[in-house]
């Protein structure tokens, strides 16, 4: 079987599956460095044209001009065309039957992993937490009067950065919310940001600067920025889709500023302190062994400048390694900590950039640009002592 017929075998495979499954899908189909491109290129079907569902009207006040085609389709709500109050705008409707749908995927996913674990697979415990904290945070975002409060919180957070743009939400109830349309190409569409002379390692560090902006000085992010809810033009960056927004705060930043000078000190006790502190990390005695001895491998790769190129793999060598070690690693872990979100939001970022541009070092054109924002934003007496550290 060809890679690209495996592909759309597994596109069309975890369509069947369910909503839960699609998500899945988007975030491998971000990772060129976890598929291959025929594969990765199929899944990324699932970012914005999944099936869809017909609707051939809608009866919401103020409504005109309806159309019937969806625009974009995916996991849990399809994008048309419709005019409001005779303005251009777009409305997402939630798919019939996608509470039912959730509902039964998580308790699939759970109890596979309940079989897991009666036959001893590591970390299973482990990864019920993490099904568990997503089955929350997904329950959220089918409130669509939930994503209209989000959009007005991404927007405040993105207020100083005026080339990023939100849509203005002009409806919202549950199943419904009725958006400004503000058309751009598709992060990853390639050939069209060639075709249109957009330089693609301008729109990384564009990207990264407003992501990372979201995170330490907005007040909240986006927490689910795959290619399909991200569009650019030649001076813009467009974010679709306020399902899924972590709200941050000055605790948030403090915490993080704290955590970035204990690593740059490569302190290992403070670094292990600060992440039990921010609520990442347990405290038990076994937990702190197993973060301490993690801590310390990644320090000493920072040390000797190995952490380069796919960091990643690095990282999962450490991890896996010993399987006890791994057990106790992931164990150590709590699930339900914001910072998660953080992790995975990265996570897509990073695989997003890498489409732009396949040299792309996260860690190289990171630290630049979380310099310039700390140097702008942050008050002098915050950072005076982590850019000490940096310098």
């Known amino acids: 079987m060809s890679s690209k017929i495996f592909g759309e075998w597994l596109r069309d495979e975890l369509i069947s599956m369910g909503p839960v499954f699609v998500k899945l899908g988007q975030l491998l189909s971000t990772r060129g460095d976890w598929l291959n491109e025929d594969t990765r290129k199929a899944l990324a079907d699932l970012q914005d044209n999944t099936n869809e569902y017909p609707i051939k009207t809608i ?146 560090n564009a990207l990264l600067k407003s992501f990372y902006y979201q995170v330490l000085i907005g007040g909240a992010f986006h927490a689910d920025p795959h290619p399909g809810n991200i569009s650019v033009t030649k001076n813009t960056i467009i974010w679709y889709d306020g399902g899924a927004i972590c709200v941050t705060g000055e605790v948030w930043r403090k915490e993080l500023l704290v955590l970035t000078s204990s690593l740059l000190k490569k302190d290992i006790d403070l ?39 796919n960091w990643r793999q690095q990282v999962m060598e450490l991890m896996t390694n010993d399987e006890q070690f791994t057990k106790d690693l992931r164990g150590a872990i709590i699930s339900e900590s914001s910072y998660v979100l953080l992790g995975r939001a990265l996570t897509l970022i990073e695989g997003t950039c890498e489409i732009l541009d396949p040299s792309f070092d996260l860690f190289k054109v990171s630290l630049p640009i979380i310099q310039q924002l700390w140097l702008k934003y942050i008050p002098l007496n915050e950072v005076t002592g982590l850019l000490s550290d940096l310098l």
């Open 271 to 309: 670094v292990v302190n600060n992440l039990i502190n921010m609520g990442i990390v347990r405290k038990d005695e076994k937990s702190v062994r197993a973060i301490r001895s993690f801590v310390n491998s990644i320090l000493n790769l920072i040390k000797d400048n190995q952490i380069k190129g």
């Open 59 to 204: 009866n919401i006040p103020n409504t005109s001009n309806f159309e019937s085609k969806s625009i974009a389709s995916a996991s849990f709500g399809q994008v048309h065309n419709v005019k409001y109050n005779n303005q251009n705008a777009v409305i997402k409707i939630q798919k019939p039957n996608v509470r039912s749908s959730l509902a039964s995927d998580m308790w699939t996913l759970a109890l596979f992993i309940r079989k897991l674990d009666n036959i001893g697979v590591p970390s299973s415990q482990h990864m019920l937490e993490i099904i568990r904290d997503y089955r929350k945070n997904l329950w959220k975002e089918l409130n669509y009067v939930s994503e209209r409060n989000n959009l007005k919180l991404l927007q405040h957070s993105l207020n100083n950065l005026k080339w990023n743009r939100i849509p203005n939400v002009y409806y919202a109830d549950k199943t419904n919310i009725i958006m400004e349309k503000i058309v751009g190409i598709k992060i990853t569409n390639i050939s069209e940001l060639d075709k249109q002379g957009i330089d693609r390692k301008k729109i990384v």
